[in-house]
């Protein structure tokens, strides 16, 4: 799973996805463990990204602005989620 920097950093901050490994000590992109809430979010918000930027090149203004949306959404519960994370330690 790719996540953007700054929900990576969170994500780590909260010790919930260790340092991805170099090289081919990675065992493709799915974690060994059922994925977190703050997770989902982190990588929902980054594909509506790619695809809101595949949406707006192709001039699909709709879909652009729904994935914004999405995109805006997920930003916001990777906040929450991180926020109370960090209360529940």
Do not use: C, H, W
């Amino acid at each position: 799973m790719r996540m953007k920097p700054k929900a990576r950093k969170l994500v780590q901050a909260q010790k919930l996805v260790p340092s991805e490994p170099d090289g081919d000590e990675r065992d493709g992109d799915t974690p060994d463990r059922p994925m977190t809430a703050l997770e989902a979010a982190a990588f929902i918000e980054s594909m509506a990204a790619e695809l809101r930027t595949m949406a707006r090149a192709t001039k699909l203004e709709i879909l652009s602005y729904f994935l914004e949306m999405t995109r805006i959404e997920a930003s916001a519960e990777v906040e929450r989620q991180a926020k109370s994370n960090g209360k529940a330690q």
